[in-house]
């Protein structure tokens, strides 16, 4: 059985609510609410225990240090949960790795949290779905 509650937002959000409500083609607020909601629980749930499958976007300076041999030196150590990577030169001095990841998440926060720890590396973000 459905559940009703009262949400209070701000009226800036409000109105980027009723653009996106447009935008979709969605009539209903509950609707919005409701979709919002079931994004927002999938993209957080591997922050949770069970296994999860996904990607891991770096972007990082490669001119500082020796990081791309410590991104690597990184990889080898996770290469149980590590299915495949892709890398990307974005400018003279910033590349892009994407690492393809399924496994355990309390593994997957390791690796992440190693690699945020590198000195050059500008961005680390997981995206993440529950894959049980």
């Not at 949770?48 to 996904?54: D, Q, T």
């Not at 400018?91 to 690796?111: A, F, N, Q, Y």
Request: hydrophobic letters at 45%.
């Amino acid at each position: 059985m459905p559940k009703r509650f009262g949400v209070y937002i701000p009226e800036d959000l409000e109105k980027d609510v009723e653009l996106c409500m447009k935008a979709l083609g969605l009539k209903s607020k509950s609707r919005l609410i409701q979709e919002a909601l079931r994004s927002f629980i999938v993209e957080h749930k591997w922050r949770l225990k069970g296994n999860v499958a996904g990607i891991i976007g770096v972007i990082y300076n490669h001119d500082v240090g020796d990081v791309d041999e410590k991104l690597t030196d990184v990889q080898h150590e996770y290469l149980d949960i590590i299915n495949s990577t892709v890398h990307v030169h974005l400018d003279k001095e910033k590349c892009m790795l994407v690492i393809i990841v399924r496994g355990p998440t309390s593994r997957i926060k390791e690796l992440i949290n190693k690699i945020m720890a590198l000195k050059g590396v500008l961005v680390a973000r997981p995206m993440l779905l529950a894959a049980e």
